[in-house]
């Protein structure tokens, strides 16, 4: 059998560019965030790393508005969150209607395909949401056990308000799980106020944490239909009554389930504790000012934005319809290579037809914009020279 030798670059210190990240996330850390991860490890049920564990339970329900006790964060990044939503509530047969107004929705009707659930989809093109009247003819028109609705479509740039969404499901006897990967924090959104079943985020968006703790929380419709459930979970990592036992959300001793990712839960923690400290109104206005500086500086620019109707747009995440004869690629690559910004394309419909640009957390600062507006203006001047 051949000899692997060693990796003769795992001998040299990683390169290591410091870049601007206002793509549609991961988002920069800030300096206090990346402290708390290089803090000494704990073991994963000291009693004071259990104490950083309550203090992110709370500072999540906090971020959510929310007094559910089943609130924690999962092991894993925002996907790990959408699969604890989907292998906890669906189970073989049920119906779950499915809003896709970009790609997160499609990729959970792929996730409740998984699990045997019957998905039907409401569809609306990329760049437009759903209003209420929309969504009660879907319940109508499927009697869905399950609803799905992303917040801050990040495909698109779409914000969905949530408003009326919870309290029309359940007039249905639906319940309904909300993606606000991309939106928490950024955007008002009050989980009990909603009456919103099930909420996750993620750590790299508006929290601007290395991903890998997604905070998640189950009211207790969904923790009904969890505990009457007929068949088992079919995912053991992901299964919620195990999750909260090692959170400490359901009053008995705390069982070893799985090891926390300790790190990821103190950046997380501190995360937490900077938007205490801004407080979530203050943080809303912010992400607000900031997309508001940005969408004027592209008018300026001549740009225009992809969501047409403004209450739809998304702060954190904007879209920027790339002009004809313009190569989004290559303006992308220019502010890169030149200022290590980056800018993203679309995805999914919007792909190449597109610039995303994230104004995420840490990142939602003025100085930020002005970063990107130069870029863009001197990537796409420099095209149309070239075009002489
Ligand atoms: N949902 C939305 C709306 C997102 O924007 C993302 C990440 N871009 C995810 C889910 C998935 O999160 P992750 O990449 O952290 O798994």
């Not at 049920?45 to 500072?59: R, Y």
């Not at 990044?77 to 997160?104: F, K, P, R, S, Y």
């Amino acid at each position: 059998m051949a000899v692997i030798p060693v990796p003769e670059r795992l001998l040299h210190p990683m390169e290591f560019p410091r870049k601007l990240l206002m793509g549609p996330g991961p988002a920069n850390a800030p300096p206090r965030v990346l402290a708390a991860g290089a803090l000494p490890l704990l073991g994963h049920l000291h009693p004071e790393f259990v104490q950083i564990m309550d203090d992110c339970k709370s500072g999540i329900q906090y971020a959510f508005q929310t007094e559910n006790p089943v609130t924690l964060a999962i092991s894993g990044t925002g996907h790990a969150a959408m699969e604890a939503a989907c292998c906890n509530l669906v189970e073989a047969g049920d119906v779950v209607l499915v809003l896709c107004a970009g790609i997160w929705g499609h990729r959970f009707a792929d996730m409740v395909d998984r699990h045997d659930g019957v998905v039907k989809k409401l569809n609306k093109p990329a760049g437009e949401t759903f209003s209420l009247s929309d969504i009660e003819q879907g319940l109508r028109a499927h009697n869905p056990k399950l609803l799905f609705v992303t917040h801050g479509e990040s495909s698109s740039t779409t914000l969905q308000s949530l408003e009326g969404i919870g309290k029309l499901c359940h007039k249905f006897g639906c319940l309904v799980v909300v993606d606000s990967v991309a939106a928490l924090g950024g955007v008002p959104l009050l989980q009990d106020a909603w009456e919103l079943d099930v909420v996750y985020t993620g750590g790299q968006k508006v929290l601007s944490c290395p991903p890998g703790a997604s905070p998640i929380s189950f009211g207790p419709a969904a923790m009904k239909k969890v505990k009457s459930r007929k068949t088992k979970i079919r995912s053991f990592y992901l299964d919620i009554n195990e999750l909260a036992n090692y959170w400490g959300c359901d009053g008995q001793p705390r069982r070893y389930h799985h090891t926390g990712p300790i790190s990821n839960i103190y950046t997380l923690r501190e995360a937490l504790s900077i938007l205490a400290e801004e407080t979530l109104a203050k943080c809303w206005e912010r992400h607000a000012k900031c997309a508001a500086l940005l969408h004027d500086g592209l008018r300026q620019l001549g740009l225009e934005l992809f969501v047409k109707n403004p209450e739809c747009r998304l702060p954190t995440v904007t879209g920027i319809v790339v002009p004809p004869g313009v190569d989004w690629k290559k303006v992308a690559d220019n502010a890169m290579a030149k200022y290590r910004v980056e800018i993203s394309g679309g995805l999914g419909a919007t792909a190449g037809k597109i610039w995303r640009v994230g104004l995420l957390g840490y990142n939602a600062e003025p100085e930020n914009v002005k970063s990107v507006l130069s870029a863009l203006k001197e990537g796409i001047t420099l095209q149309k020279k070239s075009h002489l």
